[in-house]
């Protein structure tokens, strides 16, 4: 049975590809994988998927007596059902360390840049193996999407030297418009429901002992959300009250360069402690904060102590 | 203040050896870093250090208040005091991944390989530097010793590739010479107490809840520990005594392949679970088994289930 290459929960464009990536370059190295998702492709991914051939992944509800090589996550809070009879085997990520561990020696590349396609395009170029044409089309739109076309504060060095070398076996001349044709896309809210936003891009972390959930949505212009804001408040709300402390919903404008936060919480005064901004009624702006790996989470991890 | 680079409690050869490579790889990155110890060298280490006129990391005691460079380890319970307050920034193991989590994302650099030092090895080409040296002949006797002159099962080809490059740039011309000539170093008894010798390469492990202490003692004739074997009986019972479930001491014969599990514990079936044999007493012979890493401690994870 072929071990699965796998991303976390509400997979984003960088969860699927780096599967499809990662699966190819051990496959090439003589394992035997295949990639796989815990869902379908949002939009956006979808866009990128069909842009450069690639198909999307088959979706897996329950990983139990296999071997897993996971990317783009270390945390059992994003894994899939039967985790705890399964044995990974390795880890491709690019945030914390998460709580996930093994009994046996595994191969871990975790390194802090913006974008898991930026570690495994150095893994490509390690190894010795060629990224085929299509895989580096999506590699280098991952990368534009998680690090906001380079301007969120996770992006680094590493990341732009890999999407030029990525844009140059893709045959992609203007990164940036490709980007902004992508982000158009991601920003593109008709016909979803409040629930497909909410958990568009959505994580749950355990923060000293409570569940608090945080989505996130990024829009090339804020206005394009105002005509589901108040439907996206009541979802939160409804989410919450599932069994979370919190739910917050980053509104990302990616040209503004900061979020609006919508919240729901038992107690609202963590925002203020979080980003030392008064809070009242249910949204605040959050000037410059566009990373929720590298702004949001760790400021509310502080909050919650 | 410099960040420190630091290896697990009661260091052996690769923990000493690859704190102080790491610290060498990082600072001509740019980083301003450290390499501690949690300990002072044990002989064989001591042996390797004065070889190649390498000097011992200084013995930290506290982290608290510190940025931390792994090495060689991913668990709490090899971590010195003050870990709670302390920021881990990046990883270089060769183990199974521990419970240490991170609120930031860090470097981590884990392979299922025979040393740290062998990924270090990689590390060093993969940024392009050179290696030093005197480090180089550290980093191939730390190989030389993790991986029993490559008779553990846990030996890779790439420990291998790792040793061929290194013995290149030290200078080394016979490789097992001076492997044996470590091992016997190691194999020396005479003038340790029972605890230094019980300590000398000895790791807590939490196993379903309960607290297990495992030693390795490798000589390369059984026979030279005739005279000291009561004696580490006793002083394994006194270590159990200290809130510990179970404490066992392997004491491996590099020549014959196999190990004398010395045993204290508050159930000796997991021996019999673990392993298969019939167990009577304090002791019992394990044919093969070399690596606590890769032999003993998943076998016992299975067995305390």
Known sequence: MSALVLGHMHPDTDSIISAIAAADLYSK??????????????????????RFGLTAPEVVENVAGRELYLVDFSDLAQSPAGMADATVMGI??????????????????????????????????????EIPRPIAGGMLCAILSDTVMFKSPTCTDADKKAVEK????????????????????KSAVDGASMKDLVFRDFKDFEM??????????????????????????????????EGRHSVFLLLTDIMKEGSELLLA?????????????????????????????????????????
């Open 29 to 50: 190295r003589g394992l035997d994988v295949t990639s796989v998702a815990q869902g379908a492709p949002a939009p956006e991914t979808a866009f990128v998927l069909e």
């Open 92 to 129: 491709v990520d690019h945030h914390k360390l998460g709580d996930i561990t093994t009994s046996l020696p595994l191969e871990a590349w975790i390194w802090p840049v913006g974008c898991t396609n930026t570690v495994l395009t150095n893994m490509y170029d390690f190894y010795g193996v």
């Open 166 to 185: 990525l844009a140059r076996i893709a045959g992609v001349d203007d990164v940036m418009a490709l980007g902004m044709e992508m982000f158009r896309v």
């Open 208 to 241: 000293n002992g409570k569940k608090v959930g945080i989505g996130q949505l990024e829009v090339v212009d804020l206005s394009l959300l105002d005509g589901v804001k108040d439907g996206l408040k009541k979802e939160i709300a409804r989410v919450k009250a």
């Open 265 to 305: 919480s038992d107690d609202p005064s963590v925002v203020e402690k979080a980003f030392g901004v008064p809070v009242s009624g249910d949204s605040v702006w959050l000037d410059g904060v566009m990373s929720r790996k590298k702004q949001v989470v760790p400021n509310f991890e502080k909050a919650f102590k």
